[in-house]
Protein backbone atom coordinates (compact mmCIF):
# COMPACT_ATOMS: atom_id res chain seq x y z
CA UNK A 1 0.00 0.00 0.00
CA UNK A 2 3.17 2.39 0.72
CA UNK A 3 4.64 1.62 -2.32
CA UNK A 4 1.35 2.45 -4.73
CA UNK A 5 0.89 5.98 -2.38
CA UNK A 6 4.41 6.55 -3.98
CA UNK A 7 4.01 5.90 -7.26
CA UNK A 8 0.95 7.80 -7.80
CA UNK A 9 2.70 10.79 -6.09
CA UNK A 10 6.04 10.76 -8.81
CA UNK A 11 3.14 10.85 -11.52
CA UNK A 12 1.30 13.96 -10.30
CA UNK A 13 4.65 15.57 -9.99
CA UNK A 14 6.37 15.19 -12.89
CA UNK A 15 3.31 16.59 -14.99
CA UNK A 16 2.76 19.25 -13.46
CA UNK A 17 5.33 21.86 -15.67
CA UNK A 18 3.87 20.98 -18.91
CA UNK A 19 1.31 24.05 -18.77
CA UNK A 20 5.14 26.46 -18.35
CA UNK A 21 6.08 26.74 -21.65
CA UNK A 22 2.56 27.54 -23.66
CA UNK A 23 2.20 30.22 -21.08
CA UNK A 24 5.31 31.91 -21.75
CA UNK A 25 4.81 31.84 -24.94
CA UNK A 26 1.31 33.60 -24.51
CA UNK A 27 3.13 36.17 -22.45
CA UNK A 28 5.81 36.75 -24.99
CA UNK A 29 3.50 37.71 -27.82
CA UNK A 30 1.48 39.86 -25.49
CA UNK A 31 4.37 41.45 -24.54
CA UNK A 32 5.34 42.26 -28.26
CA UNK A 33 1.53 42.84 -29.18
CA UNK A 34 1.76 45.02 -26.35
CA UNK A 35 4.78 47.28 -27.02
CA UNK A 36 3.42 47.41 -30.93
CA UNK A 37 0.42 48.54 -29.70
CA UNK A 38 2.04 51.12 -27.68
CA UNK A 39 4.08 52.71 -30.59
CA UNK A 40 1.52 52.90 -32.20
CA UNK A 41 -0.59 54.55 -30.02
CA UNK A 42 2.51 57.26 -29.03
CA UNK A 43 2.51 57.58 -33.27
CA UNK A 44 -1.56 58.21 -33.30
CA UNK A 45 -1.53 60.44 -30.79
CA UNK A 46 1.50 62.55 -31.71
CA UNK A 47 -0.17 63.33 -35.09
CA UNK A 48 -3.70 64.35 -33.27
CA UNK A 49 -1.67 66.61 -30.89
CA UNK A 50 0.53 67.67 -33.77
CA UNK A 51 -2.82 68.64 -35.51
CA UNK A 52 -4.40 70.13 -32.72
CA UNK A 53 -1.02 72.40 -32.40
CA UNK A 54 -0.97 73.00 -36.10
CA UNK A 55 -4.55 74.55 -35.70
CA UNK A 56 -3.90 76.25 -33.03
CA UNK A 57 -0.90 78.04 -34.45
CA UNK A 58 -3.16 78.75 -37.95
CA UNK A 59 -6.10 80.54 -35.76
CA UNK A 60 -3.24 82.67 -33.91
CA UNK A 61 -2.64 83.98 -37.47
CA UNK A 62 -5.72 84.50 -38.13
CA UNK A 63 -6.51 86.44 -35.08
CA UNK A 64 -3.95 88.96 -35.98
CA UNK A 65 -5.38 89.17 -39.75
CA UNK A 66 -8.90 89.92 -37.61
CA UNK A 67 -6.96 92.35 -35.32
CA UNK A 68 -5.12 94.01 -37.87
CA UNK A 69 -8.54 94.75 -40.01
CA UNK A 70 -10.34 95.92 -36.80
CA UNK A 71 -7.53 98.34 -35.70
CA UNK A 72 -7.56 99.58 -39.58
CA UNK A 73 -11.69 99.77 -38.52
CA UNK A 74 -11.38 101.61 -35.07
CA UNK A 75 -8.94 103.90 -36.34
CA UNK A 76 -11.16 104.92 -39.68
CA UNK A 77 -14.02 105.78 -37.37
CA UNK A 78 -11.90 108.07 -35.12
CA UNK A 79 -10.56 109.67 -38.55
CA UNK A 80 -13.76 110.13 -39.83
CA UNK A 81 -14.92 111.47 -35.72
CA UNK A 82 -12.16 113.75 -36.20
CA UNK A 83 -12.62 115.04 -39.37
CA UNK A 84 -15.80 116.36 -38.61
CA UNK A 85 -14.27 118.13 -35.77
CA UNK A 86 -12.09 120.15 -37.67
CA UNK A 87 -15.10 120.83 -39.84
CA UNK A 88 -16.47 122.54 -36.83
CA UNK A 89 -13.59 124.35 -35.65
CA UNK A 90 -13.37 125.56 -39.70
CA UNK A 91 -16.86 126.75 -39.14
CA UNK A 92 -16.90 127.95 -36.09
CA UNK A 93 -14.06 130.07 -37.26
CA UNK A 94 -16.05 131.36 -40.68
CA UNK A 95 -19.11 132.19 -37.95
CA UNK A 96 -17.63 134.39 -36.00
CA UNK A 97 -15.11 135.88 -38.51
CA UNK A 98 -18.31 136.70 -40.52
CA UNK A 99 -20.89 137.94 -37.39
CA UNK A 100 -17.81 140.16 -36.14
CA UNK A 101 -17.41 141.41 -39.43
CA UNK A 102 -21.48 142.61 -39.78
CA UNK A 103 -20.56 144.15 -36.44
CA UNK A 104 -17.75 146.30 -37.72
CA UNK A 105 -18.01 149.58 -39.11
CA UNK A 106 -18.97 149.18 -43.61
CA UNK A 107 -20.10 150.72 -46.14
CA UNK A 108 -23.29 149.72 -45.29
CA UNK A 109 -22.74 152.20 -42.08
CA UNK A 110 -22.40 155.17 -44.61
CA UNK A 111 -25.57 154.03 -46.60
CA UNK A 112 -27.76 154.16 -42.91
CA UNK A 113 -25.82 157.48 -42.20
CA UNK A 114 -26.57 159.55 -45.74
CA UNK A 115 -30.34 158.17 -45.51
CA UNK A 116 -31.91 157.66 -42.03
CA UNK A 117 -33.41 160.15 -40.33
CA UNK A 118 -32.08 159.19 -37.17
CA UNK A 119 -28.91 156.60 -37.69
CA UNK A 120 -27.97 156.40 -34.23
CA UNK A 121 -31.11 153.86 -33.90
CA UNK A 122 -28.52 151.34 -36.09
CA UNK A 123 -25.04 152.31 -35.11
CA UNK A 124 -26.12 151.87 -31.48
CA UNK A 125 -27.47 148.46 -31.14
CA UNK A 126 -24.13 147.07 -33.85
CA UNK A 127 -21.75 148.87 -31.36
CA UNK A 128 -23.77 147.13 -28.54
CA UNK A 129 -23.44 143.76 -30.40
CA UNK A 130 -19.78 144.16 -31.15
CA UNK A 131 -19.27 144.53 -27.65
CA UNK A 132 -20.89 141.72 -26.24
CA UNK A 133 -18.90 139.24 -28.96
CA UNK A 134 -15.83 140.61 -28.21
CA UNK A 135 -14.98 138.26 -25.37
CA UNK A 136 -16.38 135.36 -27.56
CA UNK A 137 -14.17 136.46 -30.40
CA UNK A 138 -11.88 136.32 -28.54
CA UNK A 139 -11.55 133.04 -26.72
CA UNK A 140 -12.69 131.42 -30.16
CA UNK A 141 -9.09 132.92 -31.68
CA UNK A 142 -7.14 131.70 -29.07
CA UNK A 143 -8.63 127.93 -28.92
CA UNK A 144 -9.63 127.43 -32.48
CA UNK A 145 -6.08 127.42 -34.01
CA UNK A 146 -4.27 125.14 -31.65
CA UNK A 147 -7.35 122.71 -31.37
CA UNK A 148 -7.40 122.53 -35.72
CA UNK A 149 -4.08 121.67 -35.18
CA UNK A 150 -3.98 119.11 -32.41
CA UNK A 151 -7.12 117.76 -35.00
CA UNK A 152 -4.80 117.20 -37.81
CA UNK A 153 -1.36 115.65 -36.01
CA UNK A 154 -3.50 113.06 -33.86
CA UNK A 155 -4.75 112.02 -37.52
CA UNK A 156 -1.95 111.95 -38.94
CA UNK A 157 -0.66 109.66 -35.94
CA UNK A 158 -3.68 107.60 -36.19
CA UNK A 159 -2.93 107.00 -40.40
CA UNK A 160 0.42 106.42 -39.80
CA UNK A 161 -0.29 104.26 -36.62
CA UNK A 162 -2.62 102.18 -38.99
CA UNK A 163 -0.03 101.64 -41.86
CA UNK A 164 2.30 100.57 -39.24
CA UNK A 165 0.38 97.97 -37.23
CA UNK A 166 -1.09 96.52 -40.97
CA UNK A 167 2.67 96.37 -41.75
CA UNK A 168 4.05 94.55 -38.67
CA UNK A 169 1.53 91.77 -38.78
CA UNK A 170 3.10 90.13 -41.72
CA UNK A 171 6.14 89.94 -40.27
CA UNK A 172 4.33 89.37 -36.86
CA UNK A 173 2.34 86.16 -38.10
CA UNK A 174 5.48 83.75 -38.55
CA UNK A 175 6.59 84.41 -35.05
CA UNK A 176 3.49 84.11 -32.99
CA UNK A 177 2.54 81.15 -34.70
CA UNK A 178 6.05 79.21 -33.88
CA UNK A 179 5.01 81.08 -30.33
CA UNK A 180 2.08 79.17 -29.81
CA UNK A 181 3.14 75.98 -31.86
CA UNK A 182 6.04 76.15 -28.86
CA UNK A 183 3.13 76.77 -26.10
CA UNK A 184 1.27 73.60 -26.74
CA UNK A 185 4.24 70.95 -28.16
CA UNK A 186 7.65 72.45 -27.02
CA UNK A 187 9.46 70.21 -29.56
CA UNK A 188 7.18 71.66 -32.42
CA UNK A 189 7.87 74.42 -34.60
CA UNK A 190 6.59 76.32 -37.64
CA UNK A 191 8.55 75.35 -40.81
CA UNK A 192 10.91 77.42 -40.98
CA UNK A 193 10.51 80.21 -43.96
CA UNK A 194 6.97 78.58 -44.87
CA UNK A 195 5.31 82.01 -44.43
CA UNK A 196 7.47 84.29 -45.23
CA UNK A 197 9.87 82.76 -47.95
CA UNK A 198 8.60 79.40 -49.27
CA UNK A 199 7.54 79.52 -53.10
CA UNK A 200 4.47 77.11 -51.25
CA UNK A 201 2.79 79.95 -50.08
CA UNK A 202 3.91 82.52 -52.53
CA UNK A 203 0.49 82.86 -54.49
CA UNK A 204 -1.53 82.91 -50.30
CA UNK A 205 0.69 85.32 -48.84
CA UNK A 206 0.42 87.97 -52.17
CA UNK A 207 -3.46 87.24 -51.81
CA UNK A 208 -3.49 88.73 -48.61
CA UNK A 209 -1.49 91.32 -48.94
CA UNK A 210 -3.61 92.52 -51.67
CA UNK A 211 -6.84 92.23 -50.24
CA UNK A 212 -6.09 95.70 -48.64
CA UNK A 213 -4.51 98.72 -49.78
CA UNK A 214 -3.08 102.08 -48.60
CA UNK A 215 -5.46 104.86 -50.01
CA UNK A 216 -4.69 108.49 -50.43
CA UNK A 217 -7.99 110.34 -50.90
CA UNK A 218 -6.20 114.29 -50.76
CA UNK A 219 -5.30 115.36 -54.01
CA UNK A 220 -7.47 112.84 -56.36
CA UNK A 221 -10.79 113.69 -57.43
CA UNK A 222 -13.67 111.38 -57.82
CA UNK A 223 -15.47 108.78 -55.58
CA UNK A 224 -14.08 107.46 -52.20
CA UNK A 225 -14.91 105.83 -49.13
CA UNK A 226 -13.80 107.63 -46.24
CA UNK A 227 -14.97 110.89 -48.14
CA UNK A 228 -18.58 109.64 -48.55
CA UNK A 229 -18.39 108.20 -44.84
CA UNK A 230 -17.10 111.91 -43.49
CA UNK A 231 -20.11 113.78 -45.92
CA UNK A 232 -23.16 111.83 -45.17
CA UNK A 233 -25.79 113.60 -44.15
CA UNK A 234 -26.15 111.86 -41.40
CA UNK A 235 -22.49 112.18 -40.49
CA UNK A 236 -22.37 116.18 -40.49
CA UNK A 237 -24.47 118.46 -37.94
CA UNK A 238 -26.69 120.80 -39.41
CA UNK A 239 -23.96 123.62 -38.05
CA UNK A 240 -21.21 122.72 -40.34
CA UNK A 241 -23.97 121.55 -43.63
CA UNK A 242 -26.21 125.38 -43.50
CA UNK A 243 -26.07 128.00 -41.47
CA UNK A 244 -28.67 130.40 -43.13
CA UNK A 245 -30.56 132.12 -40.13
CA UNK A 246 -32.05 135.71 -40.06
CA UNK A 247 -30.51 138.32 -38.13
CA UNK A 248 -32.89 140.83 -37.63
CA UNK A 249 -34.48 140.00 -34.44
CA UNK A 250 -32.78 140.48 -30.98
CA UNK A 251 -29.97 139.78 -29.45
CA UNK A 252 -28.56 139.85 -33.04
CA UNK A 253 -29.30 143.82 -33.55
CA UNK A 254 -28.92 143.77 -37.23
CA UNK A 255 -31.99 145.70 -38.10
CA UNK A 256 -33.43 149.21 -38.76
CA UNK A 257 -37.03 150.64 -39.04
CA UNK A 258 -36.47 154.58 -38.95
CA UNK A 259 -38.09 157.57 -41.54
CA UNK A 260 -36.37 158.55 -44.47
CA UNK A 261 -37.53 162.44 -45.03
CA UNK A 262 -34.29 163.97 -45.28
CA UNK A 263 -33.58 162.09 -48.38
CA UNK A 264 -37.05 161.26 -49.71
CA UNK A 265 -40.40 163.48 -49.00
CA UNK A 266 -41.82 163.55 -45.94
CA UNK A 267 -43.37 159.95 -44.18
CA UNK A 268 -40.51 158.19 -46.09
CA UNK A 269 -39.12 155.22 -44.75
CA UNK A 270 -36.03 153.40 -44.37
CA UNK A 271 -36.17 149.44 -43.11
CA UNK A 272 -33.11 146.81 -43.50
CA UNK A 273 -33.29 143.21 -42.63
CA UNK A 274 -30.08 140.94 -42.45
CA UNK A 275 -29.89 137.49 -43.49
CA UNK A 276 -27.09 134.67 -42.99
CA UNK A 277 -25.88 132.72 -45.34
CA UNK A 278 -23.32 130.05 -44.85
CA UNK A 279 -21.72 126.08 -44.57
CA UNK A 280 -18.94 124.35 -44.52
CA UNK A 281 -18.34 122.19 -47.42
CA UNK A 282 -15.06 119.28 -48.11
CA UNK A 283 -13.26 119.97 -51.02
CA UNK A 284 -13.71 118.20 -54.09
CA UNK A 285 -9.97 117.10 -54.14
CA UNK A 286 -10.22 116.46 -50.51
CA UNK A 287 -7.65 118.19 -49.79
CA UNK A 288 -9.47 120.21 -47.11
CA UNK A 289 -12.28 122.21 -45.55
CA UNK A 290 -13.47 125.06 -46.76
CA UNK A 291 -16.16 127.78 -44.92
CA UNK A 292 -17.78 130.67 -46.32
CA UNK A 293 -20.85 133.10 -44.13
CA UNK A 294 -21.73 136.12 -45.27
CA UNK A 295 -24.81 138.27 -44.31
CA UNK A 296 -26.83 140.49 -46.59
CA UNK A 297 -28.77 144.01 -45.40
CA UNK A 298 -31.80 143.80 -47.47
CA UNK A 299 -32.88 147.85 -47.56
CA UNK A 300 -35.90 149.11 -48.40
CA UNK A 301 -36.31 152.57 -48.87
CA UNK A 302 -39.50 154.50 -49.88
CA UNK A 303 -37.82 156.65 -52.97
CA UNK A 304 -35.34 153.75 -53.81
CA UNK A 305 -36.57 150.73 -53.30
CA UNK A 306 -35.00 147.44 -52.23
CA UNK A 307 -31.73 147.30 -52.18
CA UNK A 308 -29.11 144.31 -50.99
CA UNK A 309 -26.20 145.29 -49.95
CA UNK A 310 -23.15 143.23 -48.24
CA UNK A 311 -23.67 143.54 -44.34
CA UNK A 312 -20.25 141.27 -43.52
CA UNK A 313 -18.62 138.26 -44.57
CA UNK A 314 -15.88 135.90 -43.09
CA UNK A 315 -14.14 132.54 -44.12
CA UNK A 316 -12.03 129.96 -43.43
CA UNK A 317 -10.31 126.81 -44.22
CA UNK A 318 -7.82 123.88 -43.45
CA UNK A 319 -4.88 122.59 -45.99
CA UNK A 320 -3.77 123.83 -48.54
CA UNK A 321 -5.32 127.04 -49.73
CA UNK A 322 -3.56 128.17 -52.35
CA UNK A 323 -5.13 125.61 -54.75
CA UNK A 324 -8.75 125.97 -53.81
CA UNK A 325 -9.52 127.08 -57.07
CA UNK A 326 -10.19 124.10 -59.63
CA UNK A 327 -9.35 126.48 -63.01
CA UNK A 328 -7.30 129.45 -61.56
CA UNK A 329 -7.80 132.98 -61.55
CA UNK A 330 -11.23 132.25 -63.22
CA UNK A 331 -13.68 130.81 -59.97
CA UNK A 332 -15.54 128.02 -61.80
CA UNK A 333 -18.45 126.17 -61.06
CA UNK A 334 -16.71 123.31 -59.88
CA UNK A 335 -15.13 125.74 -57.13
CA UNK A 336 -18.30 126.50 -55.49
CA UNK A 337 -18.99 122.74 -55.78
CA UNK A 338 -17.92 120.39 -52.49
CA UNK A 339 -17.60 116.77 -52.46
CA UNK A 340 -20.78 114.50 -51.45
CA UNK A 341 -23.50 117.12 -53.47
CA UNK A 342 -22.69 119.73 -51.23
CA UNK A 343 -22.62 123.69 -53.09
CA UNK A 344 -22.73 127.37 -52.72
CA UNK A 345 -21.27 126.87 -49.45
CA UNK A 346 -24.96 126.07 -47.65
CA UNK A 347 -26.83 129.10 -49.61
CA UNK A 348 -29.87 127.08 -50.84
CA UNK A 349 -31.16 130.33 -53.37
CA UNK A 350 -29.68 128.82 -55.89
CA UNK A 351 -29.99 125.44 -57.85
CA UNK A 352 -26.76 125.87 -59.81
CA UNK A 353 -22.98 125.76 -57.79
CA UNK A 354 -21.36 129.33 -58.23
CA UNK A 355 -24.74 130.82 -59.74
CA UNK A 356 -26.52 133.82 -58.45
CA UNK A 357 -24.76 133.83 -55.13
CA UNK A 358 -24.92 136.73 -52.54
CA UNK A 359 -22.52 139.29 -53.37
CA UNK A 360 -21.36 139.46 -49.75
CA UNK A 361 -20.70 135.21 -50.00
CA UNK A 362 -19.09 136.12 -53.94
CA UNK A 363 -16.89 138.62 -52.06
CA UNK A 364 -15.32 136.36 -49.54
CA UNK A 365 -14.56 133.87 -52.16
CA UNK A 366 -12.58 135.99 -54.54
CA UNK A 367 -10.56 137.11 -51.49
CA UNK A 368 -9.87 133.14 -50.42
CA UNK A 369 -11.90 130.70 -47.92
CA UNK A 370 -9.78 132.42 -45.25
CA UNK A 371 -6.81 131.37 -43.10
CA UNK A 372 -5.72 127.95 -42.68
CA UNK A 373 -5.92 127.01 -39.56
CA UNK A 374 -3.96 123.61 -40.08
CA UNK A 375 -1.88 123.76 -43.51
CA UNK A 376 0.26 120.48 -42.94
CA UNK A 377 -2.58 118.29 -42.10
CA UNK A 378 -6.03 119.34 -43.68
CA UNK A 379 -7.84 117.23 -45.41
CA UNK A 380 -8.53 113.26 -45.57
CA UNK A 381 -5.53 111.45 -44.48
CA UNK A 382 -4.28 107.84 -46.22
CA UNK A 383 -6.06 104.52 -44.66
CA UNK A 384 -6.72 101.45 -45.28
CA UNK A 385 -9.56 99.82 -47.68
CA UNK A 386 -10.33 96.67 -49.11
CA UNK A 387 -9.69 96.40 -52.29
CA UNK A 388 -12.28 94.17 -53.61
CA UNK A 389 -15.32 94.91 -55.38
CA UNK A 390 -17.92 93.48 -54.19
CA UNK A 391 -15.76 92.78 -50.85
CA UNK A 392 -15.55 89.08 -50.01
CA UNK A 393 -16.54 88.59 -46.87
CA UNK A 394 -13.76 85.99 -45.99
CA UNK A 395 -10.57 86.94 -46.38
CA UNK A 396 -7.39 85.22 -47.86
CA UNK A 397 -6.76 82.30 -45.99
CA UNK A 398 -3.37 81.60 -44.01
CA UNK A 399 -1.77 78.09 -44.17
CA UNK A 400 0.49 77.06 -41.40
CA UNK A 401 2.51 73.97 -41.52
CA UNK A 402 4.22 72.69 -38.16
CA UNK A 403 7.22 70.28 -38.01
CA UNK A 404 8.04 68.03 -35.05
CA UNK A 405 11.61 65.62 -35.56
CA UNK A 406 10.34 62.29 -35.07
CA UNK A 407 13.45 61.57 -32.81
CA UNK A 408 10.91 63.68 -29.85
CA UNK A 409 8.47 60.92 -30.28
CA UNK A 410 9.44 58.36 -28.02
CA UNK A 411 11.22 59.78 -24.70
CA UNK A 412 12.68 56.97 -23.32
CA UNK A 413 14.90 55.36 -25.81
CA UNK A 414 15.02 52.23 -24.57
CA UNK A 415 11.34 51.67 -25.86
CA UNK A 416 12.27 52.15 -29.37
CA UNK A 417 14.11 48.29 -29.06
CA UNK A 418 16.64 46.98 -31.28
CA UNK A 419 17.58 44.85 -34.24
CA UNK A 420 13.87 43.03 -35.56
CA UNK A 421 12.29 44.53 -32.98
CA UNK A 422 13.10 48.11 -33.40
CA UNK A 423 10.35 50.15 -34.16
CA UNK A 424 10.40 52.64 -36.84
CA UNK A 425 8.14 56.03 -37.47
CA UNK A 426 8.96 55.57 -40.93
CA UNK A 427 8.81 59.51 -40.62
CA UNK A 428 9.75 61.38 -44.01
CA UNK A 429 13.15 63.35 -43.51
CA UNK A 430 12.74 61.81 -39.86
CA UNK A 431 10.23 64.53 -39.27
CA UNK A 432 6.22 64.18 -39.07
CA UNK A 433 4.59 67.69 -40.12
CA UNK A 434 0.77 68.74 -40.35
CA UNK A 435 -1.01 71.39 -42.25
CA UNK A 436 -3.85 74.49 -41.06
CA UNK A 437 -5.52 77.09 -42.39
CA UNK A 438 -7.86 79.69 -40.61
CA UNK A 439 -8.78 83.48 -41.74
CA UNK A 440 -10.47 86.26 -40.74
CA UNK A 441 -14.02 86.94 -41.84
CA UNK A 442 -16.24 89.65 -41.22
CA UNK A 443 -20.28 89.23 -39.74
CA UNK A 444 -22.67 92.03 -38.48
CA UNK A 445 -25.94 89.86 -38.45
CA UNK A 446 -29.09 90.78 -38.72
CA UNK A 447 -31.01 90.43 -35.24
CA UNK A 448 -33.34 88.27 -36.83
CA UNK A 449 -31.38 86.19 -39.27
CA UNK A 450 -30.10 82.62 -38.16
CA UNK A 451 -26.25 83.97 -38.05
CA UNK A 452 -27.64 86.33 -35.86
CA UNK A 453 -29.13 84.19 -32.90
CA UNK A 454 -25.62 84.99 -30.86
CA UNK A 455 -25.80 85.80 -27.35
CA UNK A 456 -26.09 89.73 -27.19
CA UNK A 457 -27.68 89.89 -30.51
CA UNK A 458 -29.33 93.02 -30.11
CA UNK A 459 -25.96 94.73 -29.97
CA UNK A 460 -24.60 93.23 -32.87
CA UNK A 461 -27.31 94.15 -35.84
CA UNK A 462 -27.65 97.86 -37.39
CA UNK A 463 -30.42 99.92 -36.25
CA UNK A 464 -32.22 99.54 -39.72
CA UNK A 465 -31.92 95.58 -39.31
CA UNK A 466 -30.00 94.87 -42.61
CA UNK A 467 -26.97 92.84 -43.11
CA UNK A 468 -24.11 95.00 -44.00
CA UNK A 469 -21.36 94.27 -46.11
CA UNK A 470 -17.80 93.82 -45.13
CA UNK A 471 -15.67 96.84 -44.74
CA UNK A 472 -12.62 98.66 -42.65
CA UNK A 473 -14.72 100.87 -41.28
CA UNK A 474 -16.63 98.60 -39.28
CA UNK A 475 -15.12 95.67 -36.34
CA UNK A 476 -16.83 93.17 -36.83
CA UNK A 477 -13.91 91.06 -38.38
CA UNK A 478 -13.60 87.53 -36.24
CA UNK A 479 -11.30 84.53 -36.96
CA UNK A 480 -12.06 81.01 -37.83
CA UNK A 481 -10.32 77.91 -38.95
CA UNK A 482 -10.21 77.19 -42.71
CA UNK A 483 -10.00 73.75 -44.78
CA UNK A 484 -6.70 73.40 -46.21
CA UNK A 485 -6.91 72.74 -49.71
CA UNK A 486 -5.68 69.69 -51.57
CA UNK A 487 -3.25 71.82 -53.77
CA UNK A 488 -1.91 72.72 -50.50
CA UNK A 489 -1.66 68.71 -49.09
CA UNK A 490 0.02 67.56 -52.65
CA UNK A 491 2.64 70.46 -52.05
CA UNK A 492 3.61 69.75 -48.34
CA UNK A 493 3.82 65.95 -49.67
CA UNK A 494 5.63 66.36 -52.84
CA UNK A 495 8.08 68.73 -50.73
CA UNK A 496 8.46 66.55 -47.95
CA UNK A 497 9.07 63.61 -50.39
CA UNK A 498 11.62 65.76 -52.34
CA UNK A 499 13.57 66.25 -48.95
CA UNK A 500 13.37 62.04 -48.91
CA UNK A 501 14.97 61.73 -51.85
CA UNK A 502 17.70 64.67 -51.31
CA UNK A 503 18.92 62.80 -47.48
CA UNK A 504 19.02 59.27 -49.86
CA UNK A 505 21.32 60.86 -52.71
CA UNK A 506 23.83 62.34 -49.86
Sequence with gaps: MNSSA????????????????????????????????????????AKIKLQNTADAAAYSAAVLQARDYNFSAY?????????????????????????????????????????????????????????DIAPVRAALDALLPPVASDIGSLNRALSVAQANYHA???????????AIA?????DTHVTSGYFSNSQRNAAQLAAWKSYTATVTPAGSFGYDDFADAVTNQITLDPFIKNRDSVRSVAPNFQQLDDT????????????????????????????????????????????????????????????????????????????????GGYFNFGYLGSPTPGWQVPDAMAE???????????????????????????????????????????????????????????????????????LSSANAYFVRPDETSFIGSLVNANQWARPDRKTEY??????????????????????AQANQMSSVSQVKKQ
Design 168 to 178: AIFSAVPDTAD
Design 364 to 434: QFRIGPGPSLDAPNGGLMPYQNLTSTPPASQAPRITIEVTRNSDTLVKTVGLKGGGRMEVNDNAASGAMRA
Design 75 to 131: TNRAMVANQVTAAQVVALKSWIDELDSTYSPSQLDDVVNAIADHPARWTTPKNIGKN
Design 182 to 186: QQNQP
Design 6 to 45: RKGRARVAGASGQALVPALIFLLVGCIGLYVAFNSFQMTS
Design 260 to 339: ANKLCRQDSTITINVTHDGGTQLRTDKAGWESIDASTAHLNVTCIGLVDAEAGFGGSANGNITSFMAHPPFAAWQDWQGY
Design 470 to 491: PSLFSPYWQAALAPVSESERAA
